[in-house]
């Protein structure tokens, strides 16, 4: 927010349906999967279709790619999250032993956010996967906040140099220290204040051709509305569908801490928000910035 009293992240399903812009190099096109643009035009696209889907502009992009996520995870020491029960990725070899906490390095905190197939059955959209990646990244910004990283430059610059080599930027923001100057205006930020919201979206019918696809609900314009004109978006808005960075609560404080990812929550586990496409996989199988 312009007055530096809250944050938000909101993550936007692989899985939704839109429009897409005019590109460089490729024509715009209708009712497309929203990943689609980044596999069309990368960052720059995606960019472009942020702008004409919300009415948002955006000053910068960074793309993190896993080679950066896992190393600015290791420059904290590890990071502690809970995991309810042993995640089991089969198709691509990811094993993650449950532990509240497990104190996961680089490597494992990749195969944690990453996990698609959960359980016997192959999930088929975001939706969990998103929640665990957001409960992963209030975490890592506790972890930050809480060894002092961003009271000096130097600190924050030390901190992000560990996955410089790993970024994709705008040519506006591509420097180290420009980067470490916007990080440090979250340290007044309150992490009750820094919020991880999940686009509200639902399930193309089962007759449909866009199948276990999803589209945004008015719910999802009203965020982009709230963002636009930078206001607070309410409690009856994001509902429990939002993470805040604020530590677990112990069970005599809360009955369901919103810190821990629900694995009944969706029947779906599938591409990051902070993922770039991995040359193996379909446009359906890699996520934008």
Request: aromatic share 6%; with cysteine.
């Amino acid at each position: 927010s312009a007055d530096r009293e809250r944050a938000y992240a909101v993550s936007i399903p692989r899985d939704s349906i839109v429009d897409r812009p005019e590109c460089e190099n490729s024509d715009a096109d209708t009712e497309v999967m929203w990943n689609a643009a980044y596999a069309v035009g990368g960052p720059v696209c995606t960019v472009a279709q942020v702008e004409a889907n919300t009415g948002i502009y955006v000053d910068h992009f960074v793309v993190v790619d896993f080679n950066g996520f896992g190393d600015m995870v290791d420059a904290v020491g590890g990071v502690p999250v809970c995991v309810p029960e042993d995640i089991v990725d089969r198709p691509r070899s990811i094993f993650v032993p449950k532990g509240d906490p497990s104190v996961l390095s680089g490597d494992q905190a990749l195969d944690y956010v990453r996990a698609r197939y959960v359980g016997e059955l192959a999930q088929q959209n975001d939706i969990s996967r998103i929640r665990r990646q957001q409960t992963f990244i209030a975490a890592l910004v506790r972890e930050v906040k809480s060894a002092g990283t961003l009271t000096r430059l130097d600190k924050v610059v030390n901190f992000l140099d560990a996955a410089t080599k790993s970024l994709t930027t705008d040519t506006e923001l591509d420097s180290v220290t420009r980067i470490g100057k916007i990080a440090m205006q979250l340290q007044s930020i309150g992490l009750d204040k820094v919020k991880f919201v999940t686009l509200p979206t639902e399930y193309y019918s089962t007759d449909s051709e866009f199948s276990g696809k999803v589209f945004w609900t008015p719910e999802a314009d009203r965020i982009w509305e709230l963002i636009n004109e930078d206001k607070e978006l309410p409690a009856d808005l994001i509902g429990k569908s939002s993470i805040s960075a604020e530590p677990p609560k112990t069970s005599s404080e809360s009955e369901t801490p919103t810190e821990t990812p629900d694995a009944s929550e969706s029947p779906t586990e599938t591409a990051s928000p902070s993922e770039t496409p991995d040359a193996s996989e379909s446009p359906t199988e890699t996520a934008s910035p």
